[in-house]
């Protein structure tokens, strides 16, 4: 196949989804590396042209889905982020349905349930979902991949779960914000990647427009203060405090409370932290 845009690509796509419906050719296709050459193909598509491509390229990589040796190289590729990007997309039923089977296939493979978890799928099949599909196989698949992934992240660790809800913007009063032992037991999962969930939960009090997201922010700030030795150091290092402090005048009585309460911690320390519980 060719390795830039021609006009042989979609005949050879088109040829290929048609040969690796033998398992012989995708012991072939594999050995010969073409698999890499495939999931370059992978991306949103607009035009006719394009969405057939589309369409042809991820039925290859379904079919590639049930030859293991292929599962296992398709997880060291960046072919599950191209998978989700161009069903997010995609309003083209056919795609929709070629990824969601790919992915219901991948689902129980290695990491592949944590990584779609990681990338959002959870949410954007729930967004699948609440569209009018006409075809069955395919809200079966949806239903499908929805309960696999629930199933996913009831195994993921209590900071597994906590990681995704700060990644996904979706901050809420579950219990483990106000879970001492939470806290006390992951303090340290919070350095991981230069303080990402940090920089993230100060991302949220600027770009939420979601008072409920933005009051649970700043109390978790405050709790990582409380619970973290450098707690103050390292959320002054990253200016959350100004950020925090805008939100003391929200009009939203939640916000301006845990942001006065990420304020006084920030100030006090976590000496006297335990005094100023609400």
């Known amino acids: 196949m060719p390795s830039h845009p021609s006009d042989g ?5 088109n ?34 042209l394009s969405i057939q491509l589309l369409y042809e390229t991820c039925l290859c990589v379904w079919l590639l889905s049930y030859y293991e040796p292929a599962i296992e190289y398709l997880a060291t590729s960046r072919t599950l982020p191209r998978l989700i990007e161009a069903v997010k997309s995609s309003t083209k039923e056919k795609v929709v349905r070629v990824v969601v089977l790919t992915l219901r296939n991948l689902l129980s493979k290695g990491t592949y349930g944590a990584q779609m978890v990681d990338l ?7 967004s699948l979902k609440a569209q009018a599909w006409s075809d069955e ?14 199933d996913n992240i009831k195994r993921l660790s209590s900071f597994d779960k906590y990681k ?19 806290w ?66 929200h009009e939203n009585d939640e916000v301006t409370k845990n942001a006065l309460l990420c304020i006084q911690r920030l100030f006090l320390g976590a000496k006297y932290a335990s005094f100023l519980q609400a």
């Open 184 to 249: 006390r037991d992951n303090i340290t999962n919070f350095e991981e990647n230069d303080f990402q969930i940090l920089r993230v939960l100060i991302t949220i009090l600027d770009t939420s427009s979601d008072p409920r997201a933005q009051a649970v922010a700043c109390f978790d700030l405050s709790q990582f203060i409380q619970h973290h030795s450098a707690g103050r150091i390292i959320v002054t290092h990253l200016k959350a405090k100004e950020r925090v402090m805008k939100l003391m005048n």
């Open 137 to 150: 196989d395919l809200l079966e698949a949806l239903n499908q991949l929805d309960e696999g992934l629930k």
């Open 9 to 13: 690509i979609p005949t050879a796509v």
């Open 120 to 126: 959002g799928l959870p949410q954007i099949v729930q």
């Open 164 to 182: 995704q809800e700060v990644l996904l913007g979706r901050l809420d009063w579950s219990p483990m914000h106000n879970d001492s032992a939470f």
């Open 15 to 48: 040829c290929l989804a048609t040969l690796l419906k033998e398992p012989v050719v995708r012991s072939s296709f594999l050995q010969a590396d073409g698999v890499k050459l495939l999931v370059l193909l992978i991306s949103p598509a607009s035009t006719q």
